[in-house]
């Protein structure tokens, strides 16, 4: 019998502001944009990356794959907040089949929850670290914040491939667009509604993960605290071109809480002796569409900071309406385009 491997992959983004569905083909000299689509979510219905309204989701998954014509009903989807932790470890080198014994105990010692509520997954980083040791890259995820992702997708009628981590997708299409030099300590801020998954890489190893409770609604947060309005007024004000209140003040706030996790990795790279710099820092997700973000964070920043569009070096195929980078569109992708990279 001969199987016919699926040419296609589709990342599933649930994110709290809006949906995002990506599929990528893998050609042998690259990988081409098949199809892609977004759908808006009111606010409420997922927040800080739980989801509140089932049904509401359900529906627009639905609505989703129908209006972006994605026939595949196979999908990668993937968690992110709170009930993830990323976290670099030591522990005594072992076999990567004794490893995944051994990282249960392990994790015991660094992950808040009871392990019976959790899904461990590991990554062997570095196998020679000092005597008997290897570092190892843990990730634990609350298993009812990923068989809740999962249960929803299915309620949708698709059949749920993996559930990744965000901001490992994120990482994905940073490396794909194939931006970063040799060495090079790169920072990536991807910036949703709720969360902002931060992550510093050097050669492609991350050397710190996390998700921050911080993201474009902050910043929406912070126009309607300055100017007392609702939140659609803010939201209005915001999209007006120019825009109808000053947003300075609390660009420069938002900017700073960004700002502030950035040194604060800095702080536990230069303290772990890992790194002593970020070189580069690259912005994605929507929050890369906030006017004025890569100037404010510049300014406090000693690296250079621009915006990743991460169809740089993909085949754009038809869906070519998605290629520009200055409309922000794509780095809005970047995480569903991470997930259907997914290899396996
Ligand atoms: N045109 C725009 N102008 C300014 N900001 C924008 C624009 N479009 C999106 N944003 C910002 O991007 C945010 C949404 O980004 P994104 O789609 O990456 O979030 P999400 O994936 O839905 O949320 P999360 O990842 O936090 O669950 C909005 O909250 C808004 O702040
Ligand atoms: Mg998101």
């Given at each position: 019998?001969?199987?016919?491997?699926?040419?296609t992959?589709?990342?599933?983004?649930i994110?709290?502001?809006?949906?995002?569905?990506?599929?990528?083909?893998?050609?042998?000299?690259?990988?081409?944009?098949?199809?892609?689509?977004?759908?808006e979510?009111?606010?409420?219905?997922?927040?800080?990356?739980?989801?509140?309204?089932?049904?509401?989701v359900?529906?627009?998954?639905?609505?989703?794959?129908?209006?972006?014509?994605?026939?595949?009903?196979?999908?990668?989807?993937?968690?992110?907040?709170?009930?993830?932790?990323?976290?670099?470890?030591?522990?005594?080198?072992?076999?990567?089949?004794?490893?995944?014994?051994?990282?249960?105990?392990e994790?015991?010692?660094?992950?808040?929850?009871?392990?019976?509520?959790?899904?461990?997954?590991?990554?062997?980083?570095?196998?020679?670290?000092?005597?008997?040791?290897?570092?190892?890259?843990?990730?634990?995820?609350?298993?009812?914040l990923?068989?809740?992702?999962?249960?929803?997708?299915?309620?949708?009628?698709?059949?749920?491939?993996?559930?990744?981590?965000?901001?490992?997708a994120?990482?994905?299409?940073?490396?794909?667009?194939g931006?970063?030099?040799?060495?090079?300590?790169?920072?990536?801020?991807?910036?949703?509604?709720?969360?902002?998954?931060?992550?510093?890489?050097?050669?492609?190893?991350p050397?710190?993960?996390?998700?921050?409770?911080?993201?474009?609604?902050?910043?929406?947060q912070?126009?309607?605290?300055?100017?007392?309005?609702?939140?659609?007024?803010?939201?209005?004000?915001?999209?007006?071109?120019p825009?109808e209140v000053?947003?300075?003040?609390?660009?420069e706030?938002?900017?700073?809480?960004?700002?502030?996790?950035?040194?604060?990795?800095?702080?536990?790279?230069?303290?772990?002796?890992?790194?002593?710099?970020?070189?580069?820092?690259?912005?994605?997700?929507?929050?890369?569409?906030?006017?004025?973000?890569?100037?404010?964070?510049?300014?406090?920043?000693a690296?250079?900071?621009?915006?990743?569009?991460?169809?740089?070096?993909?085949?754009?195929?038809?869906?070519?309406?998605?290629?520009?980078?200055?409309?922000?569109?794509?780095?809005?992708?970047?995480?569903?385009?991470?997930?259907?990279?997914?290899?396996?």
């Amino acid at each position: 019998m001969v199987f016919t491997r699926e040419r296609t992959r589709v990342g599933l983004d649930i994110g709290a502001s809006s949906i995002k569905v990506v599929e990528l083909e893998r050609l042998e000299a690259g990988v081409r944009l098949v199809r892609f689509g977004e759908v808006e979510l009111p606010p409420d219905v997922i927040v800080d990356g739980e989801i509140m309204d089932r049904q509401r989701v359900v529906e627009a998954i639905r609505e989703l794959l129908a209006s972006s014509g994605i026939s595949r009903r196979r999908v990668v989807t993937g968690v992110h907040g709170r009930g993830v932790i990323v976290k670099k470890i030591a522990m005594d080198r072992m076999e990567p089949e004794d490893a995944s014994e051994a990282i249960f105990w392990e994790a015991e010692q660094h992950v808040p929850y009871d392990l019976n509520d959790v899904s461990l997954d590991f990554q062997i980083l570095d196998v020679d670290m000092g005597p008997q040791q290897m570092q190892v890259l843990l990730v634990a995820a609350k298993r009812d914040l990923v068989l809740n992702r999962a249960e929803i997708i299915r309620e949708a009628g698709l059949v749920v491939e993996a559930v990744d981590i965000n901001s490992f997708a994120a990482l994905n299409a940073l490396e794909a667009a194939g931006i970063c030099q040799p060495g090079e300590v790169v920072a990536l801020l991807n910036v949703g509604a709720d969360i902002t998954n931060v992550n510093v890489i050097r050669d492609g190893i991350p050397l710190y993960t996390q998700d921050l409770s911080l993201g474009g609604n902050s910043f929406l947060q912070a126009i309607q605290k300055a100017h007392i309005l609702s939140r659609d007024e803010a939201l209005q004000a915001l999209q007006a071109n120019p825009p109808e209140v000053d947003l300075q003040g609390p660009l420069e706030e938002f900017a700073a809480n960004l700002s502030g996790s950035l040194d604060k990795s800095l702080h536990y790279l230069r303290s772990s002796g890992e790194a002593d710099q970020i070189d580069r820092i690259l912005v994605s997700g929507g929050g890369a569409l906030i006017r004025g973000i890569v100037e404010v964070l510049g300014e406090r920043q000693a690296a250079t900071v621009s915006i990743l569009d991460p169809l740089q070096h993909l085949d754009r195929g038809r869906a070519s309406s998605a290629s520009s980078a200055d409309n922000g569109v794509s780095s809005q992708l970047a995480v569903g385009i991470g997930l259907a990279l997914r290899k396996e």
